[in-house]
């Protein structure tokens, strides 16, 4: 029984809620925990096709938690603290072969930047704000942020809010390519579960592989990224969703795919 996430399965579809609301869902060591447990059933049970991540109450996630942080003792460094949780988080979220949607309800900063970064899509409800955070307490950025953040709106504005501590809003979230989406507060738990649907009902193995070509990429030459497509093809084509999206085509009936 998790202390700080509600985690639950339904059609395909696993919901991951930050479950601190007093604390705007601030990332504490049993709730790291808690995500990395959440993440490792995601990626071995098939009956998971897409994963959604948000926060209870008014806050998506507030970063580490600053009352924690204060008392952490013993001989580990900083460091040792980002190799064990945030960054084994941001890999997680980032690598699972998976769908992964972020449901912005509210602020997203510092570390809780960083999940929703490492997120495929941000679905951002018009109350979401998105601040880098590190900065206004004399630090510089982790949680993968220095790589994601520029990847998405470029490195000029990240700059900004990373050293200069913009804080974005929804609006300007949606402009910059931040947020995939923005909804009313009021629907976007109804968005984003029509989304999650949609996407488990997909090819789950095409979905995987589309993320590691897409991620494989971006450190490719174009000719590498072109050797490196003709070898995950050969892995998609042999998929069951492969063969049924070909017969219903064919067929000219709806596809049933399966994940498989
Ligand atoms: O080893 C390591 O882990 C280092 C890694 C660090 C990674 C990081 O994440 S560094 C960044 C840490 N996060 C922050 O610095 C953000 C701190 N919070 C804020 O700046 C603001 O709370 C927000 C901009 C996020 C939201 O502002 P607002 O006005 O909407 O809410 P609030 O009133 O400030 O917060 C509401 C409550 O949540 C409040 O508690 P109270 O007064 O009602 O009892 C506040 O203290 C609490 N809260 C918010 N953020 C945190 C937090 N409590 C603990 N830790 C927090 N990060």
């Not at 995500?35 to 009956?47: F, H, Q």
Request: proline share 4%.
């Amino acid at each position: 029984m998790a202390e700080t996430i509600l985690f639950a399965v339904e059609n395909g579809v696993a919901t991951l809620t930050l479950n601190r609301p007093d604390r705007l869902n601030a990332l504490n060591r049993t709730m790291t925990a808690e995500i990395l447990e959440a993440l490792r059933l995601c990626t071995r049970d098939a009956a998971v096709r897409c994963l959604v991540i948000t926060g209870a109450g008014r806050g998506f996630c507030a970063g580490q938690d600053l009352e924690e942080f204060q008392m952490l003792e013993g001989p580990d460094t900083v460091g040792d603290h980002l190799r064990r949780g945030f960054n084994q988080i941001a890999l997680g979220l980032y690598t699972l072969e998976k769908p992964v949607i972020a449901q912005i309800n509210g602020v997203a900063a510092g570390a809780g930047l960083g999940v929703a970064l490492a997120a495929d899509m941000r679905i951002a409800s018009d109350k979401a704000r998105f601040a880098a955070a590190f900065i206004g307490i004399g630090l510089a950025p982790d949680s993968g942020v220095s790589w994601l953040l520029p990847r998405l709106v470029g490195p000029g504005k990240a700059f900004e809010m990373l050293a200069g501590g913009a804080v974005v809003d929804a609006a300007e979230a949606m402009r910059l390519g931040l947020a995939n989406q923005v909804t009313p507060a009021e629907e976007l738990d109804s968005t984003v579960a029509a989304l999650a649907q949609r996407l488990a009902q997909a090819p789950t193995r095409g979905i995987g592989l589309t993320k590691r070509v897409l991620h494989r990429a971006a450190t490719l030459t174009l000719a590498e990224a072109l050797e490196y497509e003709a070898q995950v093809q050969d892995i998609a084509i042999g998929t069951a969703d492969h063969r049924e999206g070909v017969a219903a085509f064919l067929a000219k009936r709806p596809p049933r795919f399966t994940g498989a």
